[in-house]
């Protein structure tokens, strides 16, 4: 996307010098006009729509939903969360006086009945099964494998069934 | 990449860009003439430009990709450890990977979605504090109480 970017802003360059120099794209493509990064450019398209105020275009509203599409905002709303929890726990541990095993006793009397404390480790469960084994299939499209339409969908698929299947193995036979 | 020339040669005449190979090519488009003759040197010149930048930014981010990458891989692997064989070597090995992964994956999403010089700086800033905060949460944890592994153990065990 970047690529595609740049070569715009390039050639829009050309563009306006071609006005007043008549130089051929072509050439003017050569001389690589501007010499900006990807960033920088990303960073003037956010200055610029950020100064004449501009709303954003509608896009999860609008946007057909689809399953690669649920599944990265999952990816990352489990990542969000999971990082969120481990950070509130942490700071717990250095601002709270007891120990651990003395905050466990005091939740566990609170819970009322084994469903409840099944269905809070499945939401603990859950969570981490399903961001890890995305997270497989994330480094698997990073060493190239698995973009064909197809091939997303059914990973996809199993990445889904297995954290279900492997969440609901720990939170209930563990 | 030939693909990336004819879609922005589409959008430069307005067009709204199509994203699909096929209906492209069937459009008669008015390609202007220079465009016909040469595409392959078309190509190769937008390559060619390319190879003036590729030597002028630093190798920082690409490295930092990697790092991402490799970290995720180390992490994984720490599962199996951490249930086999718990103890305090795995419990600050798991402290500082989850606070790393943790970290840098909040700053992709930092990326994403903060825009504007100073409110990027404050939230990564406060990302930072955060990291730190966690950091020496989970050490605090693994020295002074029953550490990660064992945490786990007695959630579970309940």
Not at chain 1, 82 to 107: E, Q, T
Not at chain 2, 58 to 81: D, Q, Y
Not at chain 2, 94 to 112: C, R, S, Y
């Amino acid at each position: 996307m970047a690529l595609l970017l740049r070569s715009f802003v390039r050639r829009g360059v050309c563009l306006s010098r071609i006005q007043s120099v008549s130089i051929s794209p072509l050439i003017c493509r050569h001389a690589a006009p501007m010499g900006t990064t990807a960033k920088e450019e990303m960073n003037k398209f956010w200055a610029k729509n950020t100064r004449l105020n501009r709303p954003m275009s509608p896009h999860l509203t609008i946007y057909r939903w689809s399953v690669p599409m649920v599944m990265s905002v999952t990816f990352r709303g489990t990542g969000v969360a999971l990082s969120v929890a481990i950070s509130a726990f942490a700071a717990a541990a250095l601002v709270l006086p007891g120990s651990y095993p003395y905050y466990l006793d005091l939740i566990h009397s609170l819970w009322v009945g084994p469903a409840l404390i099944g269905l809070a480790k499945l939401g603990i469960a859950f969570p981490v099964s399903f961001h890890t084994l995305n997270g497989v299939r994330h480094l698997w499209w990073d060493i190239g494998k698995g973009f064909r339409i197809p091939e997303v969908y059914r990973t996809g698929y199993t990445v889904i069934g297995l954290s279900l299947l492997t969440s609901a193995a720990v939170a209930f036979l563990l | 990449m030939a693909s990336i020339v004819r879609l922005s040669s589409v959008c430069r005449r307005g067009v709204k860009p199509l994203f699909f190979q096929t209906t492209l090519l069937a459009r008669p488009l008015v390609v202007p003439h220079h465009y016909q003759e040469q595409p392959h040197q078309l190509t190769a010149k937008i390559h060619a430009s390319q190879a003036l930048y590729a030597g002028s930014g630093s190798k920082a981010a690409s490295m930092h990709w990697t790092a991402e990458r490799v970290l995720s891989i180390v992490l994984l692997a720490m599962g199996p450890v951490a249930y086999y064989q718990p103890g305090p070597v795995i419990d600050y090995s798991l402290a500082a990977a989850l606070t790393l992964h943790g970290h840098w994956g909040l700053g992709q999403v930092l990326t994403d979605y903060v825009h504007g010089e100073a409110k990027i700086k404050m939230a990564n800033a406060g990302l930072f504090l955060l990291s730190t905060v966690t950091f020496a949460g989970l050490c605090y944890f693994n020295y002074h109480d029953v550490g990660i592994c064992k945490a786990v153990a007695l959630l579970w065990s309940k």
